[in-house]
């Protein structure tokens, strides 16, 4: 997921010169708004890539306990699929961020898409059944 994001990110950086001292509920420049956005996703990705971790640990657990070559699939479906949602993530947002041709408002879309994006794949794995220990 951070070969996506850390391109859409930069983006989002390339007009933030320093870190905005705004509260983020009250945020109202472009760089304010930027800012809170990055801090943000930054810890959405987080808890993706942490989330991220313990599914592929998982399956790959079951893959090797599995006695069919069939049942072998979880962890090459798991790639599969977390490797089709950063594509389409990076689609989206950039469609979402092109809307705005450049202006101030393109960092923002694409922030808030990212933020967005990060989310669902959150609670997609939190329907996913634990790993265990």
């Known amino acids: 997921m951070i070969r996506i994001i850390l ?29 809170c956005q990055t801090e943000k996703l930054i810890g959405l990705q987080s808890d993706v890539d942490v989330r991220y971790k313990k599914r592929l640990d ?28 950063e594509a389409y993530t990076k689609a989206e947002c950039q469609r979402q961020a092109y809307m705005y041709n ?19 794949r959150i609670e997609d794995m939190k329907v996913w059944p634990e790993p265990e220990e």
Request: charge should be positive.
């Open 7 to 35: 391109p859409l990110v930069l983006l989002m950086l390339w007009t933030l010169p320093v870190h905005a001292d705004d509260d983020c509920a009250n945020a109202t420049t472009t760089v304010a708004i930027q800012a």
């Open 58 to 85: 998982a399956a790959a657990a079951q893959d090797k306990a599995a006695t069919a070559a069939t049942d072998k699939r979880h962890l090459k479906l798991l790639k599969q699929s977390q490797t089709a949602f």
């Open 102 to 120: 450049g202006g101030t408002m393109t960092g923002i879309a694409a922030g808030t898409c990212l933020q967005t994006m990060a989310s669902r």
